[in-house]
């Protein structure tokens, strides 16, 4: 196995609006991050200010855990949804919560604004969080790490309950239309994991849902990875790069999504990153 490197990367908690966008909007907050239709303008806004070529929702991490019951502080126009409350001390307790219901809530909301705007010719990108970020909105961090050391089976079935539910997710999305898949986990990153619970997490959730998701999203839509993941499943020995020419020096997102038939998942740069400009090729994520 080589060596994990980390990804020293300023986005990792860019949630919430700016003011000069919030301002201009003349939405009620919190409650503009309620309605697929106040989600639209909101999402158009920060396209248009950024001058990105693709529209992202949700605007925080807290989507799937609040729908499994999670308490959110929904903010507001500065500071976007957060965890406000723990609900779960065990593991248990967590593998009790319910699956997701995607025909009510903030994230049916999130999925009707994504068709919305797919149907108006937009690239959309949906973020969906990882096994650590989901669980910081749950339980305190400690206990987290605490299980992760002390009841790793119990953590197999967290990661095993979690995978399917995002899994589900993605294909919800798929039907809506959604073309992008953002995956990211910053709570669960080599600088807070360390090395050997990053490899173990690799090697027991990344790989194998990435794997999974992969098919689901084939011929439908793009897989973007937070590079923080690209570069732990490169270090141990999960995937390798393919280098995929580029007709001329585009922009990160536009070089990605042009070749996409032949790179189904891509991750040397964070998606958010939105001027940052490749030169002669995209590099696709290989999983070996």
Not at 42 to 49: G, P, W
């Amino acid at each position: 196995m080589g060596k994990i490197l980390d990804y020293q990367c300023t986005y990792d908690n860019a949630v919430g609006i700016s003011s000069e966008i919030t301002e201009k909007l003349d939405l009620t907050f919190p409650d503009a991050y309620l309605h697929w239709d106040t989600m639209v303008k909101i999402a158009l806004e920060i396209k248009k200010q950024e001058g990105a070529s693709f529209c992202e929702l949700p605007f925080c991490h807290t989507l799937e855990a609040e729908a499994m019951g999670g308490i959110v502080n929904f903010g507001n126009a500065m500071a976007g949804p957060r965890a406000k409350e723990y609900i779960c001390e065990t593991p248990d307790e967590v593998l009790a919560l319910p699956e997701i219901d995607y025909e009510k809530g903030r994230i049916f909301e999130t999925l009707k604004a994504c068709k919305y705007l797919r149907e108006q010719g937009e690239n959309v990108a949906l973020m969906i969080s990882g096994p650590f970020t989901i669980l910081n909105v749950l339980m305190d961090a400690g206990l987290v790490f605490r299980f992760l050391r002390k009841q790793p089976e119990k953590m197999q079935q967290i990661f095993d309950k979690f995978a399917e539910e995002l899994l589900r997710f993605i294909k919800k999305a798929l039907e809506y239309q959604v073309n992008i898949i953002s995956y990211a986990d910053s709570s669960g990153g080599l600088n807070i994991l360390g090395p050997k619970n990053t490899q173990y997490v690799m090697e027991h959730f990344s790989y194998p849902f990435l794997k999974r998701a992969q098919e689901a999203v084939e011929g439908k839509a793009q897989i973007f990875l937070c590079p923080k993941t690209s570069y732990a499943l490169l270090g141990t020995d999960k995937m390798i790069w393919e280098e995929i020419p580029i007709p001329e020096p585009m922009k990160y997102v536009d070089g990605a999504l042009l070749v996409k038939d032949h790179a189904p998942i891509v991750g040397q740069m964070c998606i958010k990153n939105i001027d940052y400009m490749v030169q002669k090729e995209i590099k696709a994520v290989k999983l070996v």
